[in-house]
């Protein structure tokens, strides 16, 4: 930590770690997550993608600025509210799909092909041929 408001703004949090407010708030909202993935999962095209970020926001390998741009990727995919609602046939994910692309164009090196494995189980998809993980 470089400075007193860094520390000043930290919490304890699993694992005796701290970790920026910021994060520990949206660990609250990524709890909702998977729920709602696994159930639309045959919905999205971008499913795996976003199983992949949520693993690779939860690893504590994942510097902390990544993290902090994944969990608001996650939270802006629970929230019930945003530019467009998901109940909108065939428009509702597109902004959805969008934060993401954006998100991982951003911190996309950081998911690693670990993250994308558990992302495979979670959703029950094969791995990919020829892929020996």
């Given at each position: 930590?470089?400075d007193?408001?860094?520390?000043?703004?930290?919490?304890?949090?699993?694992?005796?770690?701290?970790?920026?407010?910021?994060?520990?708030?949206?660990?609250?909202v990524?709890?909702?997550?998977?729920?709602?993935?696994l159930?639309?999962?045959?919905?999205?095209?971008?499913?795996?993608?976003?199983?992949?970020?949520?693993?690779?926001?939860?690893?504590?390998?994942?510097p902390?600025?990544?993290?902090?741009?994944?969990?608001?990727?996650?939270?802006?995919?629970?929230?019930?509210?945003?530019?467009?609602?998901?109940?909108?046939?065939?428009?509702?994910?597109?902004?959805?799909?969008?934060?993401?692309?954006?998100?991982?164009?951003?911190?996309?090196?950081?998911?690693?092909?670990?993250?994308?494995?558990?992302a495979?189980?979670?959703?029950?998809?094969?791995?990919?041929?020829?892929?020996?993980?």
């Amino acid at each position: 930590m470089t400075d007193a408001a860094e520390i000043i703004n930290t919490v304890k949090g699993e694992g005796g770690v701290y970790l920026p407010k910021s994060i520990q708030r949206n660990e609250r909202v990524a709890r909702g997550l998977i729920p709602k993935l696994l159930r639309l999962a045959g919905q999205l095209p971008f499913a795996d993608d976003l199983a992949s970020a949520y693993y690779c926001a939860r690893d504590p390998l994942t510097p902390a600025k990544a993290k902090a741009v994944l969990f608001a990727t996650a939270a802006y995919f629970v929230m019930p509210a945003d530019m467009l609602p998901d109940v909108i046939v065939g428009l509702g994910f597109t902004d959805d799909a969008a934060v993401l692309a954006t998100a991982l164009g951003v911190v996309g090196s950081q998911v690693k092909e670990r993250h994308r494995v558990m992302a495979r189980r979670l959703l029950r998809l094969p791995e990919p041929i020829g892929d020996k993980t």
